[in-house]
């Protein structure tokens, strides 16, 4: 038989990335722990880049899961009406949405994130009859081409094929050192010769998280919304990476108050690492027409059973948002520990909750230390426009015995990747 790495070589598309960091056959996981074939175990500081925000195989999750199929619940339904989707709609409206007074209607796009932003798309150009959005620099919003428009890494454009357009690039939160951005913004907005085409809407990350994890203040978000008001501009929150605790809060809304009209939600949704994506917005805003947007995969009633577990599970009270605080306190001690040991490389520690990351003058650096942390058994990711960040995303549920061996492990790693480089 062929070797189990040799079949990826031979059938599997050069569009593959992670795997070539991080080079062994992964053959089972839990909790904060991922075993290769050959036995070894990682640490897993990267958590299906957000999409384990409660650890792999969770076994509150799973054994919820395991009943229903044995069950023979309902696995495939488009959207009709199901007992596992029912449950789910009453878990989100009990956990998140009353206590937070957000009077949302749920949508379910499809299965990913992309598909939750190019519904929000879709609504809000709707809505206004307005057909330009405003997207901020570094932003990541997914890879289909309505997404892909609003993301601004060139290397990601790069593969569309096709013009990208009807969107208006602003700068992010100090994206400009010594400007504005907000007063920017306003002065686009206001002035009728500024080439800027009123838009439908704005779409916004509380933290970029593939942009480099940067983090816009709430000051900043407070002012943003209020400007959007005045000019009738809808604002989507894309928290499909920073959203479901990943800031401490359910929404990385919350912090700030914002009250968005629309939010996409993914990732961690489903809990287990099965694909979910809802889209929701203001009640008002409900007006599609039955089949105006669909997909095959939008009733994944797999992922409802295991979505409404976690809320139940997780979000009943504000034990893991405690417990978040404190993780998040301990991750950024060794971060700025390891920015005071090597200020010559570490440019800027920066991060919300457990999404943290630290920024290096050359990104051959960051690279070097996610190699040198995989061969010491942690797994570990860069982000940014150049791959500079560090970026860390642990499961929110790690034990702080695991959390504080994988800092030590990052810690070790940077020392090795600075030496080598240093060589």
Same mark, same amino acid.
């Given at each position: 038989m062929e070797h189990t790495e040799n079949i990826f070589e031979r059938l599997e598309s050069e569009v593959r990335s992670y795997c070539r960091g991080w080079?062994?056959?992964?053959?089972?996981?839990?909790?904060?722990?991922?075993?290769?074939?050959?036995?070894?175990?990682?640490?897993d500081f990267f958590a299906g880049a957000g999409a384990l925000n409660y650890g792999h195989n969770n076994p509150v999750l799973k054994a919820k899961l395991l009943d229903y199929i044995s069950g023979n619940g309902i696995s495939?339904?488009?959207d009709m009406m199901t007992e596992a989707k029912s449950d789910f709609l009453e878990a989100m409206?009990?956990?998140?949405?009353?206590?937070?007074?957000?009077?949302?209607?749920?949508?379910?796009?499809?299965?990913?994130?992309?598909?939750s932003v190019e519904a929000a798309l879709k609504l809000a150009r709707q809505i206004t009859g307005r057909t330009n959005v405003i997207a901020f620099t570094n932003a990541f919003h997914g890879m289909?081409?309505?997404?892909?428009?609003?993301?601004?890494?060139?290397?990601?454009?790069?593969?569309?094929?096709?013009?990208?357009?009807?969107?208006?690039?602003?700068?992010?939160?100090?994206?400009?050192?010594?400007?504005?951005t907000i007063d920017l913004l306003a002065k686009h907005l206001e002035d009728t010769s500024s080439g800027v085409d009123m838009p439908a809407a704005l779409i916004l990350e509380l933290v970029q998280a593939e942009g480099g994890v940067n983090v816009a203040t709430n000051p900043w978000l407070r002012r943003l919304e209020k400007l959007l008001k005045?000019?009738? #501009?809808? $604002?989507?929150?894309?928290?499909?990476?920073? =959203?479901?605790?990943?800031?401490? !809060?359910? *929404?990385?809304? /919350?912090?700030?108050?914002?009250?968005?009209?629309? #939010?996409c $939600?993914?990732?961690?949704?489903?809990?287990? =690492?099965?694909?979910?994506?809802? !889209?929701? *917005?203001?009640? /008002?805003?409900?007006?599609?027409?039955?089949?105006?947007h669909n997909g095959t995969f939008r009733g994944h009633n797999l992922a409802f059973v295991t979505a409404t577990a976690a809320l139940h599970e997780y979000w009943q009270d504000d034990a893991l948002t405690n417990q978040i605080k404190k993780k998040a306190n301990i991750m950024r001690g060794v971060l700025d520990k390891i920015a005071e040991q090597v200020p010559e490389e570490a440019q800027q520690v920066r991060g919300r909750g457990m999404i943290q990351g630290i920024e290096f003058k050359d990104p051959a650096t960051a690279g070097a230390i996610c190699a040198a942390a995989f061969n010491r058994g942690?797994?570990?990711?860069?982000?940014?426009?150049?791959?500079?960040?560090?970026?860390?995303?642990?499961?929110?549920?790690?034990?702080?015995?695991?959390?504080?061996?994988?800092?030590?492990?990052?810690?070790?790693?940077?020392?090795?990747?600075?030496?080598?480089?240093?060589?």
């Open positions: 080079p062994v056959v992964f053959e089972e996981s839990y909790g904060h722990t991922v075993i290769d074939e050959s036995g070894r175990e990682y640490i495939h339904s488009l409206d009990e956990r998140i949405l009353s206590p937070r007074n957000l009077d949302y209607k749920v949508m379910f796009p499809g299965p990913t994130g992309t598909n289909t081409l309505g997404s892909l428009a609003l993301t601004g890494n060139g290397s990601k454009r790069d593969g569309a094929g096709v013009p990208l357009g009807n969107v208006t690039r602003m700068p992010y939160h100090r994206y400009l050192d010594d400007t504005d005045e000019h009738g #501009v809808l $604002l989507i929150v894309d928290d499909i990476q920073a =959203g479901c605790g990943r800031t401490g !809060t359910f *929404f990385s809304f /919350e912090s700030a108050g914002l009250d968005p009209d629309i #939010v $939600l993914s990732k961690s949704l489903s809990g287990y =690492g099965t694909p979910m994506a809802v !889209t929701m *917005f203001r009640r /008002e805003l409900d007006q599609w027409e039955p089949g105006k942690l797994l570990i990711e860069t982000s940014g426009a150049s791959d500079e960040v560090l970026k860390l995303l642990p499961p929110l549920t790690i034990e702080e015995s695991a959390l504080t061996q994988g800092l030590e492990i990052l810690q070790e790693s940077v020392e090795e990747a600075l030496v080598s480089i240093g060589n």
